[in-house]
């Protein structure tokens, strides 16, 4: 058990001699992504009117920003924050317009760039040490994880399978784990996947960290034995392999996939987009540049296509699927594509309830839940409302922290937080399953 444990005082300590040998190894090449998020601001805007929100979207649209909450500009309306990501080059003309049309608005970052490099993320690669020590409290590279998934899967095979349900755009495989005891016969399961988008890197952390959890204290917690006796978990880590790849090496705020258009130099698709479910209607982009561009056709990303069908075998026995993004700080359940409540509303809304009443009940954190349409915004082709019409009864979309203040960059600091206080909502969900609802 000596490889779940964090060694953050060593890390910590070694952190700095190791930038320092990078500098010395890479003069010129200290700076991340090639500084290409140098004077970059991320701005809140906030329209009081309908004019003012209209205005707001023809200048998006003019400087090109890059949407981080709400994730397309069509979102943009009275009264809803929006928060974007301006490059250096617009962030003058934007701040302008806004005094100039008397728009409220706060800069939530003044510089991405510096953000960046100041541990709100992303640092240089270090030598990372043994798995046996593997620390859960820093931001994963896809190979570490995959590493790490290898390793639990030699190391604890009673509770753990580790197998592959298909292959990246890439060729990457898509790894998934098994977690639970293999006491019965016939067990219900629970489906978990994290890094739907690229950028959001707190999901992947998360998955990682529910398996320790699960290997650390399934022994003495009775909640998490009775958890991994009675269900199975099916979890993976990282769902959009090729973008999070893509988000460590190239651009930290890649959301979608990484698949070619053949009429259009713009890669990738929306992978919560191209779902069969009113696929391509509201909230879903038909442009390929668009960051929340739907697809050629439902499934056409093979990422997709694999949970799809992975989820079509297996629906007999998966009560739950969850799903994990960031940020926002909300706990969604369908519909998603309507406003209209699901048949099994008063089941699903008490789950909800009692998970984030237990997430608070840790640091205090309020998260907002409820239908997604009308508690975020209206999307259609999402993965949660696939898997509620596919039959799965208790779908779930999470949004963890924050609510703008780092937005993407969350700091690791606060991995161990987040990951504290989601638990205990997982778990409440976790024990609703194995209750009837009446
Ligand atoms: C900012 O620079 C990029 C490329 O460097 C260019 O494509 C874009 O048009 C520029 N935007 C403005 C508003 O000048
Ligand atoms: C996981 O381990 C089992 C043996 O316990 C092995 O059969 C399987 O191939 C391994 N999975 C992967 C993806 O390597
Ligand atoms: C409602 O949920 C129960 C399990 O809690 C399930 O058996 C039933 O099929 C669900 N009904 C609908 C309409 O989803
Ligand atoms: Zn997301």
């Given at each position: 058990?000596?490889?779940?444990?964090k060694?953050?005082?060593?890390?910590?300590a070694?952190?700095?001699?190791?930038l320092?040998?990078?500098?010395i190894?890479?003069?010129g090449h200290?700076?991340?992504?090639s500084?290409r998020?140098a004077?970059?601001?991320?701005?809140?805007l906030?329209?009081?009117?309908?004019?003012?929100?209209?205005?707001?979207?023809?200048?998006?649209r003019q400087?090109?920003?890059?949407?981080w909450?709400?994730?397309?500009?069509s979102?943009?309306s009275?009264g809803?924050?929006?928060?974007v990501?301006?490059?250096?080059?617009g962030?003058r003309?934007?701040l302008?317009?806004l005094?100039?049309?008397?728009?409220?608005y706060?800069?939530?970052i003044e510089?991405l760039?510096?953000?960046l490099?100041?541990?709100?993320?992303?640092r240089?690669?270090?030598?990372?040490?043994?798995?046996?020590e593997?620390?859960y409290?820093?931001y994963?590279s896809?190979?570490?994880?995959q590493?790490?998934m290898?390793?639990l899967?030699?190391t604890?095979?009673?509770?753990?399978?580790?197998?592959?349900i298909g292959?990246s755009?890439e060729?990457?495989?898509l790894f998934v784990?098994?977690?639970?005891?293999?006491?019965?016969a016939?067990?219900?399961?629970?489906?978990?996947?994290?890094?739907?988008?690229?950028?959001?890197w707190?999901?992947p952390a998360?998955?990682?960290?529910?398996?320790?959890?699960?290997?650390?204290?399934?022994?003495?917690?009775?909640t998490m034995?009775k958890?991994?006796?009675?269900?199975?978990f099916?979890?993976?880590?990282v769902?959009?392999?090729?973008?999070?790849h893509f988000?460590?090496?190239?651009?930290?705020?890649?959301?979608?996939?990484r698949?070619?258009?053949?009429r259009?130099?713009?890669?990738g698709?929306?992978?919560?987009r191209?779902w069969k479910?009113k696929?391509?209607n509201?909230?879903?982009?038909?442009h390929?540049?668009?960051?929340?561009?739907?697809?050629?056709?439902?499934?056409?990303e093979?990422?997709?296509?694999?949970?799809?069908?992975f989820?079509?075998?297996?629906?007999?026995h998966?009560?739950?699927?969850?799903?994990?993004?960031?940020?926002?700080q909300?706990?969604?359940?369908?519909y998603?594509?309507?406003?209209?409540?699901i048949?099994?509303?008063?089941c699903?809304?008490?789950?909800?309830y009692?998970?984030?009443?237990?997430?608070?009940s840790?640091y205090?954190?309020?998260?907002r839940?409820?239908?997604?349409?009308?508690?975020?915004?209206?999307?259609?082709g999402?993965?949660m409302?696939?898997?509620?019409k596919t039959?799965?009864?208790?779908t779930?979309?999470f949004e963890?922290?924050?609510?703008?203040?780092?937005?993407?960059?969350?700091p690791?600091?606060?991995?161990q937080?987040t990951?504290?206080?989601?638990?205990?909502?997982?778990?409440n969900?976790?024990?609703h399953l194995?209750?009837k609802?009446?």
């Amino acid at each position: 058990m000596k490889f779940l444990g964090k060694p953050r005082s060593q890390t910590a300590a070694s952190l700095p001699l190791c930038l320092l040998f990078l500098k010395i190894l890479q003069p010129g090449h200290s700076r991340l992504y090639s500084n290409r998020y140098a004077g970059d601001k991320v701005i809140r805007l906030i329209p009081n009117s309908e004019e003012e929100a209209y205005a707001l979207k023809k200048i998006c649209r003019q400087l090109k920003v890059d949407l981080w909450q709400p994730s397309s500009v069509s979102h943009v309306s009275e009264g809803i924050v929006t928060d974007v990501h301006v490059p250096q080059n617009g962030s003058r003309a934007l701040l302008a317009f806004l005094q100039e049309a008397n728009i409220l608005y706060k800069i939530l970052i003044e510089d991405l760039q510096k953000a960046l490099e100041q541990g709100s993320g992303l640092r240089p690669p270090r030598n990372r040490r043994s798995l046996s020590e593997y620390n859960y409290e820093v931001y994963h590279s896809l190979e570490e994880i995959q590493n790490w998934m290898q390793y639990l899967n030699n190391t604890h095979s009673g509770l753990i399978h580790m197998f592959s349900i298909g292959k990246s755009y890439e060729g990457r495989p898509l790894f998934v784990l098994k977690l639970g005891r293999r006491s019965r016969a016939y067990k219900n399961a629970v489906w978990i996947d994290c890094g739907i988008h690229a950028r959001e890197w707190i999901g992947p952390a998360f998955c990682q960290w529910f398996v320790k959890e699960a290997l650390l204290t399934y022994k003495s917690d009775p909640t998490m034995r009775k958890m991994m006796n009675h269900l199975y978990f099916y979890i993976m880590p990282v769902f959009n392999v090729d973008g999070y790849h893509f988000s460590w090496t190239n651009d930290r705020f890649w959301r979608k996939t990484r698949s070619r258009n053949s009429r259009f130099h713009c890669r990738g698709v929306d992978a919560n987009r191209n779902w069969k479910v009113k696929w391509c209607n509201e909230g879903a982009s038909m442009h390929p540049c668009d960051d929340t561009y739907c697809g050629p056709f439902p499934e056409s990303e093979p990422e997709v296509k694999a949970v799809a069908n992975f989820l079509r075998k297996h629906k007999k026995h998966i009560k739950a699927y969850l799903s994990f993004h960031a940020y926002a700080q909300m706990l969604l359940y369908p519909y998603s594509y309507k406003y209209a409540t699901i048949p099994n509303f008063s089941c699903v809304e008490s789950a909800a309830y009692k998970a984030v009443n237990a997430l608070r009940s840790v640091y205090g954190v309020r998260y907002r839940y409820g239908p997604a349409s009308s508690t975020l915004y209206v999307s259609s082709g999402s993965s949660m409302d696939w898997a509620y019409k596919t039959g799965i009864p208790y779908t779930f979309a999470f949004e963890l922290r924050d609510t703008g203040h780092f937005g993407f960059l969350l700091p690791e600091m606060l991995i161990q937080p987040t990951c504290t206080e989601t638990m205990l909502a997982v778990k409440n969900i976790a024990m609703h399953l194995l209750r009837k609802c009446p």
